[in-house]
């Protein structure tokens, strides 16, 4: 699933395309924009310009002059720029420079939202791990009022938005944390050393353009190359890079987990 480095990677790669038209629209997977009937979300589009593009989270913002392309990409979305459709294109918008974005999507979780108020679809989101209000004074708080692991108050979206199952993992290697450590046992200095950890694992997931491990590219179909610095991250089994133990795989809240079992404790 694209994570905060892969869609601000992605947000920049489509800042070229500000002041650019949309001359067409079309919805191929109705579930895909569940909330904008076909005809419209063409109607809507049609005509409108690119002003510019933003990120809230893991979501991509589009202003349209006022209305707004909000995409989720889900487990396996993607944006692709060019002139020829991928094959499990669910929407596509004609640029009046002659390029088209499609939106990708072979599982089909990835949603779009028309919308004139973004707070509609991303009211509820938390604070940005890489702003001002992701202050330690926050974070030691947060961690103080949850019984959850840490693992699973990382990915709990309203607290902290943007940091996805593969940071998440990251940043505790990092730490030195386990990820089944409940949240407010966590000493003053474990959550001093998780807050510069996470954001670490992002700054450094930004500059490599995101982690390439399943179907993430970017728009213009390079790969992102974090992934060949993850310590645990998708590296079941594999020696840690730096004790040489093996990294075990285990599960927390539903999603598969990675850590080095001498390195966190």
């Known amino acids: 699933m694209p994570e ?3 869609v601000e990677t992605i947000r920049r790669q489509m800042l070229s395309l500000r002041t650019t038209q949309i001359s067409k629209a079309h919805l191929l997977w109705p579930k895909s924009c569940p909330t904008v009937p076909e005809v419209l979300f063409s109607d809507l589009s049609v005509g409108r310009s690119f002003l510019d593009f933003g990120r ?45 974005i499609f939106f990708n999507d072979p599982r089909k979780f990835g949603r779009i939202w028309l919308c004139t108020d973004p707070n509609v679809v991303l009211g509820k989101l ?4 890489l702003e001002e209000g992701f202050s330690l004074d926050f974070f030691c708080r947060m961690l103080k009022k949850s019984s959850l692991p840490i693992k699973s108050l990382l990915l709990t979206q309203d607290q902290v938005c943007g940091i996805g199952n593969m940071y998440a993992d990251e940043a505790l290697f990092l730490s030195g944390i386990l990820p089944q450590t409940i949240s407010r046992t966590l000493a003053e200095k474990q959550a001093e050393k998780l807050h510069q950890g996470i954001r670490s694992v992002l700054q450094s997931g930004i500059a490599y353009q995101g982690a390439t491990v399943s179907d993430y590219k970017m728009p213009d179909g390079t790969s992102g190359r974090a992934q060949e610095y993850f310590f645990v991250a998708h590296r079941h089994k594999q020696s840690c890079k730096l004790c040489g133990q093996g990294i075990v795989r285990t599960v927390i809240a539903g999603r598969g987990t990675y850590f080095c079992p001498n390195c966190q404790r």
């Not at 209305?67 to 459709?85: D, E, K, P, Q, W």
């Open 56 to 100: 809230r989270g893991k979501y991509l913002i589009g202003d349209l002059e006022g209305l707004y392309l909000i995409i989720h990409f889900g487990m396996t979305g993607s944006l692709v720029r060019g002139n020829m459709a991928p094959p499990h294109t669910r929407a596509f918008w004609e640029l009046s420079n002659g390029e088209t």
């Open 4 to 6: 905060l480095p892969e």
């Open 126 to 129: 938390g604070v940005e791990p």
